[in-house]
């Protein structure tokens, strides 16, 4: 099993910037991919990044130059840098890892879910 613990969610203004951290305990050589989905109220959970352990990365398209997200496989560590933030963006941010020993969205790894307020 792993263990994802998140922080650095909260309230910021639009144009404002937020980091979220998440470091992975456990089994954590069953990790793949790592990366981040969010949970808008009333609507489905979506992914907003993720990094495989060799570096790739996938940013969805309404973040896209406004995200970044890091990696650090020794630290069994992701995080998102989340600047120029909108109203939009306001959701339960959760971080995920992915298990490489399962099929694909088989048996996932969650984290706790934070949230990230934006106010206009």
């Known amino acids: 099993q792993v263990q994802l613990v998140e922080s650095g969610g909260g309230l910021v203004q639009s144009g404002g910037s937020l980091r979220l951290s998440c470091t992975a305990s456990?089994?954590?050589?069953?990790?793949?991919?790592m990366g981040w989905y969010r949970q808008a109220q009333g609507k489905q959970r979506e992914l907003v990044a993720n990094?495989?352990?060799?570096?790739?990365?996938y940013y969805t398209e309404s973040v896209r130059g406004r995200f970044t997200i890091f990696r650090d496989n020794a630290k069994n560590a992701v995080w998102l840098q989340m600047n120029s933030l909108k109203p939009e963006d306001t959701a339960v941010y959760y971080c995920?890892?992915?298990?490489?020993?399962?099929?694909?969205?088989?048996?996932?790894?969650w984290g706790q879910g934070t949230q990230v307020t934006v106010s206009s």
């Open positions: 995920n890892a992915e298990n490489r020993f399962a099929p694909p969205g088989s048996n996932d790894y």
């Open positions: 456990g089994s954590i050589l069953s990790i793949g991919d």
């Open positions: 990094m495989s352990r060799h570096g790739n990365f």
